[in-house]
């Protein structure tokens, strides 16, 4: 992501973080490498009111990042800005008070528990459903392990990973 784009995510951040008369500030930004080699601009954010942006399963701080994504796009778009490729330059991340770092450090934990009791029982386990975010996680640590597959299973709300034992 280009520094432009990262200042327009930051910019459009904050002002929508006015608009909704909430009060936050930018605590860090930083580029990221997930585990399948893509890099990702993150902003964190510090706010004395989490609950407001988080939203209960972390639904509001998905909206506010999809709109800021809306927003970002937009803006390119009309300023016909042709050395930024929407596709690939406009993937940025949010976090609020650390949730999403949490979230996803309890996803890991929960896929290696299920991935050892696959190994140990031989047997399938069907997660609770989860947001396409939650399974990618869960689908990335077992990807690492020997023996197991996954698959996502169900429609809309209620899709689910199966973490699956799988001889040589």
Do not use: W
């Amino acid at each position: 992501m280009c520094n432009k784009t990262q200042e327009l995510v930051k910019q459009t951040i904050i002002e929508l973080l006015e608009v909704m008369d909430l009060e936050a500030v930018i605590e860090e930004e930083r580029i990221e490498t997930t585990k399948d080699g893509k890099e990702i601009f993150t902003v964190d954010l510090k706010t004395e009111q989490p609950n407001l942006l988080i939203g209960q399963y972390g639904s509001n701080l998905q909206c506010l990042q999809h709109l800021v994504g809306v927003i970002v796009k937009h803006k390119i778009l009309s300023e016909k800005d042709e050395s930024v490729n929407i596709e690939e330059d406009v993937k940025f991340n949010i976090d609020v008070n650390g949730y999403k770092k949490q979230k996803k450090e309890s996803l890991v934990k929960l896929a290696e528990n299920m991935a050892d009791q696959v190994t140990y029982s031989k047997n399938s386990v069907a997660l609770r459903p989860m947001s396409a975010y939650e399974r990618k996680v869960i689908h990335l640590e077992i990807s690492a392990r020997k023996n197991l597959v996954t698959e996502s299973i169900g429609d809309n709300l209620m899709r689910r990973v199966v973490i699956k034992y799988q001889e040589d």
